[in-house]
């Protein structure tokens, strides 16, 4: 089983030419103010280790020109990574973007986006930026990893992933369409799981939605689901989880 360190790393003025020789334009002050505002914010955080591991594997999936943005915001304290390619194509798309933030110490990271063109889908390419961006919230404390699932099979891999569901309404939307869709005994047996959690928290917003990604007959289900869900990184059993997943 892995198990990740803290890399210490402080963000320089030659990291940050080096990121815009990549084709990022940083976005919400000088070279300066971004470097402060990282050391500040997000010490330890190797941005431009990410952008390059992005770079490597996302880059070569389309020939179309890929936007490249690095915004930051020193009123909020958040930060937007963004690499997204000038397609209007669904299945050419290719979209990458991540969310920090930090509200008095504690950080978060939003997981928005992650596209790639349809001919790069399920090919791996994925997991190397998975494996980089983790030990990167690793590095910088974060608290927690925030997604919204429904694109390209989200609904089914987030939950695999051991994201929780948060919203209460969408598990039971989820529940509906196992209804219509399976079984009586295996709906009963994802019934059962529903029941187990909420009878126990009825305005529970940790809804451990991996037990019906263990269940083969709710992959369909979950496909393509639409749920807000989150992962807290200072819950060692879903760290581990999450960890071997991502470098299984």
């Known amino acids: 089983m892995i198990r990740l360190s803290v890399q210490i790393y402080n963000l320089t003025s030659a990291d940050i030419t080096e990121i815009q020789q990549l084709g990022y334009k940083i976005e919400g002050g000088d070279a300066s ?3 402060g505002f990282m050391q500040k914010n997000f010490p330890n955080l190797n941005i431009l280790k990410l952008c390059s591991v992005v770079e490597t594997n996302f880059a070569p999936t389309t020939s179309v020109d890929i936007d490249r943005i690095i915004e930051f915001d020193t009123t909020s304290s958040t930060l937007k990574l963004s690499v997204t390619n000038k397609c209007n194509n669904e299945d ?3 979209c990458f973007e991540r969310q920090f933030s930090n509200i008095k ?10 596209v790639l063109p349809l001919n790069f889908r399920r090919n791996g390419l994925i997991k190397p930026v998975f494996q980089e961006s983790l030990q990167q919230y690793v590095n910088m404390n974060t608290k927690k990893i925030i997604v919204h699932s429904g694109l390209s099979g989200g609904g089914y891999v987030w939950a695999k992933y051991g994201f929780v569901a948060t919203d209460k309404k969408e598990v039971n939307q989820i529940l509906l369409k196992a209804k219509l869709g399976l079984t009586k005994s ?3 047996i994802s019934k059962r799981i529903y029941d187990n959690y909420y009878l126990k ?3 529970g917003k940790r809804f451990p939605i991996i037990k019906w990604a263990y269940l ?3 992959k ?5 689901e639409s749920w807000h869900g989150e992962l807290d990184l200072k819950n060692k059993e879903q760290l581990l989880n999450f ?3 991502v470098f299984r």
């Open 33 to 35: 103010i971004f470097e």
């Open 216 to 218: 083969d007959f709710m």
């Open 201 to 203: 928290a009825p305005k």
């Open 243 to 245: 960890t071997d997943y």
């Open 186 to 188: 295996q709906y009963e």
């Open 105 to 114: 110490g504690t950080i978060s990271v939003e997981h928005v986006y992650c």
């Open 92 to 94: 050419d798309v290719l």
């Open 220 to 224: 369909s289900i979950l496909m393509g």
